[in-house]
């Protein structure tokens, strides 16, 4: 089976840069996958790690180390806009079939 | 422009009511989810399907029920035997290969929030 783990909540202030760690369990890894999610609003794809290192998308970025299972999403010169629910996700492919788990979700809290 | 609808976006059932979400698609993928949310919760699987006429049961089916007749939909009914089916219900879809986009990136649906009064 899968399972992740992630921070429940984390807290910054406008401008500063923070990091949602990520560790999963699986049977068989085929990507990291990071997610948002504004309050009532649906989940919007942020980004992907297939290989270890970072990956780079404006402001945000995500890292990967498949050796310590563990990825992390960066997220630099916070906005308040941030302030939403963050998810990591990884594939299964167990039975043959294809479906993404997602992690609990860590709410990101950005204060003035 | 391409995307998912849900419908009825907020919905409320007496208990022993059964209930049906709509979730239609133009996206032409070939997956499709229907996720669960819970307040202050993540996101759980109900149910998937990864091509027309056939669906897998995910984490929480119990209580669920759902059909995939067309590609563009796939519809969940929220039964009776559902014993606390107060939640968000997300829908979600995907296409079936892996990769940055393929099926490791869903489109979500803008969710339907169902009450059991």
């Known amino acids: 089976g899968q399972s992740l783990e992630q921070p429940s909540e984390v807290t910054a202030v406008e401008g500063a840069i923070v990091q949602i760690n990520c560790t999963y369990q699986t049977s068989g890894f085929y990507g990291l996958s990071w997610y948002q999610q504004h309050d009532g609003g649906a989940p919007t794809f942020l980004s992907y790690n297939a290989l270890d290192g970072l990956e780079e998308t404006g402001r945000f970025s995500s890292f990967l180390s498949r050796s310590d299972s563990y990825g992390y999403l960066l997220l630099q010169e916070l906005q308040m806009k941030d302030s939403a629910s963050y998810f990591c996700?990884?594939?299964?492919?167990?039975?043959?079939?294809?479906?993404?788990?997602f992690g609990a979700g860590t709410r990101l809290a950005v204060h003035p | 422009d391409g995307g998912i609808t849900q419908s009825p976006k907020y919905l409320f059932r007496k208990e022993g009511q059964n209930v049906t979400l709509s979730c239609e698609q133009n996206?032409?993928?070939?997956?499709m989810y229907w996720y669960r949310q819970d307040p202050g919760q993540g996101l759980r699987l109900i149910y998937y399907?990864?091509?027309?006429?056939?669906?897998q049961k995910g984490d929480i089916a119990e209580g669920y029920s759902v059909s995939r007749e067309k590609k563009e939909s796939f519809p969940l009914t929220v039964t009776s035997a559902q014993k606390n089916p107060t939640a968000f219900y997300l829908c979600?879809?995907?296409?079936?290969?892996?990769?940055?986009?393929?099926?490791?990136?869903?489109?979500f649906g803008a969710g339907s929030r169902l009450t059991v009064l």
């Open positions: 996206l032409n993928h070939d997956a």
């Open positions: 979600a879809s995907s296409a079936r290969s892996g990769g940055v986009s393929g099926a490791n990136v869903l489109t």
């Open positions: 399907s990864q091509i027309v006429n056939d669906f």
């Open positions: 996700a990884v594939r299964d492919l167990s039975g043959g079939y294809n479906k993404l788990i």
